[in-house]
């Protein structure tokens, strides 16, 4: 029965298997998007599901017909992970009560992320909620501890704290004045809003299958209401994701799809884990701003946007002239004038700019730089520091302003 993946409806699979032998579940169903869910890998394979329904009441019979299916497996101390967005999350919600009851909710999980396609009037999508509900009063709970974010301080922290008289919190000391210590600090503990990057299309972990979540999202589950050893099924597993991480984290699963073409990917990736890293999480999206400090302070009196990772554009402006974009590149310390026009040009010209502005950091002095003309697409205008600078000097001269 372990480590198996089984292809058929999971109703029919889940019948075959003893009550009371789960210790976790996943499901990432149909989320009633009533669309054919389609997408290429880059090997070409088409992989294909059906999320059309008659009507929401019959989308949700079929999903509490298998969640009771569900439940009777689950051991006392098992718990149920159903993923699902803004479709129908409000009705599973309530199914999800009468099936567990009510008291057995634990927690609505909020996974946000980035994304920038949007062509609807209205909000940009950029969340799935995933219900957190128990079989039972004992089940299985890990503590998570994230790191303390930048803003923490963490000296104030370490110090016993507790509610006075008057419902203010104060410092706790001792009889001699001293504080008291507030004992080992693990973290922050994990929330209810889970930040994981939605999976890019390079991604080595990106399979090509629609609705493909990322590993750190499924690992996390497992880690927060299993332990190594344990069972985890996934009535829905499509790409596989749940087996995966479940096999990664020591774990046995049980997987199940309709798709004979799931089914084969599921296996595939089993032989060949690949979990992508996530630059973002491992180094803080504060790692991703590489302009200097004196460079954002000059930007951020303009109405600009600023722009990281690109060597020869530094901002662009709020407006667009004509359809096409004004970059602006400034100049860095130690780096001429006639170097920065390059890069800004050759950066600028994929971009289609129709203005390329320099801002530049030392006097500009076309004939000295090497440059009979400057491009007709170039404007170099002085950086307010450097034009104050040069006023200064005129009066230090003695020439009148």
Known sequence: MLNQIHQGDCLEVLATLPEDCVDLVYLDPPFFTQQTQTLRSKALQVYAFEDSWDSMPAYLAFLKERVCAVQRVMKPHATLFLHCDRHASHYIRVMLDEVFGYDRFVSEIIWTYRR????TRALLPSHQTIFMYANGDDYTFNDIFLPYSETTNLDQILQ??????????????DEQGEIILNGEKKGVPLSDTWDIPYLNPKAKERT??????PLLLVERILQLASHEGTLVLDPFCGSGTTCVAAHLLQRHYIGIDQSPAAVHLTRQRLENPIRTRSAVLEQGREAYHNLPDYVVNILNTLPVKLVQRNSGIDALYDSYVEGKPIVIRVQREGESIHHAIQKLQQAGAKKHAYAMILIAQERYQPMLEGLAELPSSVIVVESLPLMIQQQLQRLEEGIPY
């Open 116 to 119: 920038w396609s949007h062509s």
């Open 160 to 173: 016993k704290r507790e509610r006075n008289p008057h419902g203010k919190t104060a410092y706790v000391h």
């Open 208 to 213: 090509g299958y629609p609705t493909q979540k």
